[in-house]
C-alpha cells in the first residue's frame, strides 16, 4: 500500500474520530469548527505524505508532478470515504442532522426572501430541500475536497518538490 493510500486513511480515522467527538459531546452543530479542524489535517497529510515518498522513497527527490499525484491520492482517498461516512454519520448515527440543516438553510432563505420574487422564493426553497440530503451532501463534499485538495496538494508539490541534480558526465 502506497505511502499516500495510508496518510488518506490516516486522515480520513482523524476525521471520523472529530465527527464522532463533537457528536457525542453535543457540538456538533458547530459544523464550520469541524471543517477548519478537518482541513489542517488534510495539510497535514498531505505535506507528510509528499516528505515521505521524498525522503524515503525517492532518495531525496521528488518532481511536482509525483509530488502533486502524492498528495492528491491522499485527498481522493479522505474524499471519497469521507463522504461514504458522512452518509452513514446523518443516516444512523446523527439523525438530527438533515432537519437541522434543512431549518438553517431556512432560517438563510428567509432572510434573502425580500431580495426574491415569490416563484423564485419556492423555487430556492425546492433546491434547497435537495441540496439538504444526506447523498446530495455527501456528493458535493467530495467535489469541494476534491477541489480544495487539489489547490492545497499543487501548493505543497511546488513548496516541496526537489528536483533530480543534474547528472555530471565525466
Known amino acids: 500500500m502506497s505511502n499516500a493510500v495510508m496518510y488518506g486513511l490516516y486522515v480520513t ?5 472529530l465527527t464522532l467527538i463533537m457528536y457525542f459531546t453535543g457540538l456538533w ?3 464550520p469548527a469541524i ?3 478537518a482541513f489542517i489535517f488534510l495539510i497535514i497529510a498531505i505535506v507528510m505524505a509528499i516528505k515521505d515518498r521524498r525522503d524515503n522513497e ?3 527527490e521528488i518532481r511536482f508532478g509525483q ?4 498528495g492528491f491520492t491522499v485527498v481522493l482517498i479522505t474524499a471519497i470515504l469521507g463522504a461514504i461516512f458522512f452518509f452513514v454519520y446523518t443516516q ?3 439523525t438530527e442532522f438533515e432537519p437541522y440543516m434543512a431549518e438553517q438553510m431556512e432560517i438563510g432563505m428567509a432572510e434573502q426572501k425580500a431580495n426574491m420574487s415569490e416563484a423564485e422564493f419556492e423555487q430556492a426553497k425546492s433546491m434547497a430541500g435537495m441540496m439538504s440530503s444526506p447523498a446530495m451532501m455527501a456528493i458535493s463534499q467530495i467535489l469541494m475536497s476534491l477541489i480544495l485538495g487539489s489547490i492545497v ?3 505543497c508539490a511546488a513548496i516541496l518538490k526537489r528536483d533530480p541534480r543534474p547528472q555530471v558526465m565525466s
Request: no cysteine.
Open 92 to 94: 444512523y448515527i446523527n
Open 58 to 60: 525517492n532518495g531525496g
Open 13 to 17: 480515522a482523524a476525521n471520523i474520530v
Open 153 to 155: 496538494s499543487a501548493i
Open 67 to 70: 509530488a502533486f499525484s502524492t
Open 35 to 37: 471543517g477548519y479542524i
Open 29 to 31: 452543530k458547530s459544523a
